[in-house]
């Protein structure tokens, strides 16, 4: 405290004081001077009216009034009173002035207290900043970026992934801890799982997931998923297979996805249909319905590649003469892409990472067909089908978008598209062990991973667990001749299939040499993602997929609607290009 501050304190002690008793204080001033004023005491008493008693009461309270009092001149109080003795803290009371007048004082002193002062209120405030600001701003973007793996896996704010009774969650409990992460093939980044079926749980049925096939055609047991083609009655047919799907259940976009297969048969006959893929989720497996216009689009072009034929009135030329003779030369057959809203624009491409058969050199859209071969190795066909076409189904594959990692037993697949597919295809040799006859018993483990959309994006398929090819975004650029826009690597959210069949469509089926039943086994099946891009769920909000199911539901229920016009007898939407509409 200054010293001015300590005058004022004294004086108000004193006036209290004074205050304890009027009448003394009174008496003190009046009838007792101090003696540096008067020296005449003793007259003063003799002269006194008041007895002997009543003086020695008033000489008692005299001395105390005496003893806690202080001068009236504050020059006697013991401080230097001089308005130009400098105080310590003078600098915060007094003010500056200028010319006779008071002004601000602008001028800015620097001390080490100063500074050390401002530091800390600094922190403190970028502390409050970050703290009231900043982590919530953070913790909000985080949860949006993961806001649909929240709602699929069921994280709570530990990121603690819940154990539902029956082992139902999204990550199968019985997945072993080493194989809860996985490193990216591309870039290396170590990657979470975010899915997997171990298929540990003996005599499951999959039911409705099955599609017009028997109560045996797919089951559990041995810790396998196991599909099974046998010669059985079934619906008006000689034989039996199964499929089993996740659509509308779990859907992923971007990412790893690998299964460990056991494929069924021999290495070296043909006619069987063994299929792991995956396809998005606007369009159902085996409701052609749902189909018509949707597979094997994935576009969001307006222009010509939307349109029926790929044409115009009758233009771009080279969409009618660039195709096979089977399709009079024709590029394309499909009747255009089937989209209501502006933000599905029917993105169904149906991607298959693991066509994990032996080839014959035809791709089928959902697999490779077994063929007798000199060569005791089978092939596993890699590949996605995309539309709209490029001139003669050829897409870019230099050897920028087409790296082929180990061509001794990759090669390139003949088969690039006809008028209702175009096809990105490598075929790689399977190990002969790996089958379900004549073998060791062994599984392969297949796969692929993707980033999706444009920039960047690619596609790199696996086989026996090692990078087999990649495609790069690229290779999917704008095609001149055809007139059409880049074809995305698919953005859509993609659910997974599992199948065993047989089809003519990959040659002669070797009736003679197959052997029934047939069977395949998955040993597991498991999705990874980069933990930075989750994106786990059919309802992603860029894609949305379930109003537009939901319109249409009868489409993807009903497996007797094989067309979407003539069966269901709904309309396509209304095209600006074709129909003139706004």
Known sequence: MSSAHRRVA???????????????????????????????????EHDSPYSVASRSQLSKTTSISSKYSLHADPRTWGSNLSPQFVEPDDVLHNPTVKGGKVVDDMELTWSKRGVANLGCLAILCIGLLTLFVGYPAISFNQRMRNQSAGKQLGINATGQVPVIIGNFALIDADTPEEARTKTSFKDGEEWVLVFSDEFNTDGRTFWPERIHIGSQAVTTGG?????????????????????????????????YIEASVQLPGVSNIVGLWPAVWTMGNLGRAGFGASLEGMWPYSYDA??????????????????????????????SYLPGQNCRDARVLARAIRDPFTLITPTSGVVHQKSISLRRRRSPHGQVSQSGQFAPFN????????????IIFDEEISIFNTYIGGKTQQAASVVTNTDPNCYQLGGTGCFSVYGFEYKPGFDGAYIEWVSDNKPAWRLEGAGMG???????????????????????????????VDLEHLTFPAVMLVDYIRVYQDPKNINV??????????????????????????????????????NSLVDGCD
């Open 537 to 574: 769920g059919c309802e992603p909000p860029d894609f949305p997929t379930q109003d537009y199911i939901n319109t249409y539901i009868e489409a993807y229920t009903n497996p007797n609607l094989t067309t979407w016009r003539d069966d269901y007898h709904q309309t396509f939407p209304k």
């Open 10 to 44: 004294s004086m108000q002690r004193k006036a209290s004081d004074a205050s304890l008793s009027s009448s003394a204080a009174h008496f003190a001033t009046l009838e007792s001077p101090p003696a540096s004023i008067s020296g005449h005491t003793s007259t003063m």
């Open 223 to 255: 810790g396998h998923l196991i599909v099974t083609l046998e010669e059985k009655e079934t619906h008006d047919l000689h034989y039996q297979g199964g499929l089993i799907q996740t659509w509308n259940k779990f859907c992923f976009t971007g990412g």
């Open 391 to 402: 001139e003669g189904y050829v897409w870019d594959n230099t050897t920028d978008n087409l």
């Open 302 to 331: 307006c222009d010509v590649g939307t349109a029926p034929n790929q044409t115009i009135k009758g233009q771009p030329e080279v969409a009618l003469t660039s195709g096979y003779e089977d399709a009079k030369f024709a590029i």
């Open 478 to 508: 704008p095609d001149s001749g055809t007139e059409v826009s880049t074809r995305p690597i698919p953005q859509e959210p993609m659910y997974i299939l599992v199948n065993l069949g047989m089809s003519t469509n990959f040659g002669t």
